[in-house]
């Protein structure tokens, strides 16, 4: 009696695997399926600043994707990894640590997710989740090793109705309108960069200076807080530098779902009359250069007492922010916002690329 039985051939056979150029084409089709069609993620630009430009990559290893199929294979999920180390100040010791986010599953392939996380899981000792909500919460919660006890604000204002023409149409902010913007602030006696220079690198070594325990190299931070393009060399600008020579506020520029929005990716304040002059500015560029939604997340009580003046709304049931670890370890760090959400609404990656 012949007990051969043939080998079911499944349509849906999963497989994890770095990212190729061999699968471009199809990685853009999911992402335009996914994260809508002028989506940042399925830029070209966006990988090379993730996995050329940024100073402790790994390379495409650490872009992770999930295919499906067992010939033609598709893209059917993918999640986006960033390796940094953290410094000890205090023992000198270093810590791998790995930034997780963009973490989507094609719509067809739903529940499939689990293969990714379990990927992460086994590639990453710790890592960092930058703000997750509903079913996937509660993955994270089973190994969250600290919580980040973060404040979730917005503005909805009005802005200048020329400039946010501009800004709704995808021109990015120029040059010439960030200078023009700062005029009234300047009688405040703040200040504003464009680009990393030495007055930034002072700004860095103090916030350095200020922090016990770990924290990220300087590279690091300036390859967060400065895309690569010049805005000297291109005409225009995605993050501006506020600061009053004590503290200072970075902020990015861009788009969000259609709507023009400012947001402040990261803070180094010292003091209340700091933090209230500083988001009293971004709350004016935003006016200026045609930003309708200010963004902000944080946990700095400088700054939450800011927002109470400036009328922010502070969401309810916002996202939860996570360090996770199998081992447990507990791990607050200051320098948490700079570790999650790379391309958040700039608009360095050109949708059309």
């Known amino acids: 009696m ?72 598709v893209v059917a999920g993918c999640i986006h990894r960033i390796s940094t180390s953290l410094l000890n100040t205090e023992t000198g010791d270093t810590l791998k640590i790995s930034g997780l986010h963009n973490l989507m599953i094609d719509k067809d392939h739903r529940g499939q997710g689990y293969m990714l996380l379990a990927d992460a899981l086994k590639n990453d000792k710790i890592f960092f989740v930058p703000g997750v909500s509903g079913e996937l919460e509660n993955f994270y919660k089973r190994i969250a090793c600290y919580t980040v006890q973060a404040n979730w604000f917005r503005a909805i204002k009005f802005s200048k109705l020329l400039p946010t023409l501009k800004r709704s149409f995808r021109v990015p902010v120029s040059r010439v309108e960030a200078f023009n913007a700062f005029y009234k602030l300047r009688q405040k006696n703040l200040k504003f960069l464009l680009e990393c220079n030495e007055d930034f690198n002072t700004l860095i070594q103090k916030d350095f200076n200020s922090i016990k325990g770990y924290r990220i190299r300087r590279s690091f931070l300036i390859w967060r807080i400065f895309p690569n393009i010049s805005p000297s060399q291109s005409g225009y600008t995605t993050r501006i530098v506020v600061h009053d020579n004590d503290g200072f506020i970075a902020i990015s520029l861009g788009i969000r779902k259609n709507v023009p929005v400012l947001r402040v990716v990261y803070s180094s304040l010292y003091s209340q009359t700091s933090s209230d002059q500083l988001m009293q500015a971004s709350y004016e560029l935003a006016f200026e250069l045609g930003f309708p939604l200010i963004l902000l997340t944080s946990d700095c009580d400088f700054i939450k007492s800011s927002m109470k003046t400036l009328k922010f ?11 996770c670890s199998k081992n447990k370890n507990n791990l607050p760090i200051k320098h948490w916002q700079l570790l999650g959400d790379y391309g958040f609404d700039e608009f360095s990656f050109n949708p059309k690329g």
């Not at 993620?41 to 390379?59: A, F, I, R």
Request: glycine letters at 4%; proline letters at 4%.
């Open 2 to 73: 012949n007990n051969y039985r043939p080998k079911l051939k499944s349509k849906n056979l999963y497989e994890v695997s770095n990212f190729s150029f061999n699968l471009l084409k199809k990685y853009q089709l999911f992402a335009r399926k996914n994260f809508g069609y002028l989506a940042y993620q399925k830029n070209v630009n966006y990988l090379y600043y993730l996995y050329q430009d940024c100073p402790e990559t790994n390379g495409f290893v650490d872009f992770r994707v999930l295919n499906s199929g067992l010939q033609n294979k």
């Open 313 to 323: 709304k502070e969401l309810e049931n916002s996202p939860s922010i996570y360090f």
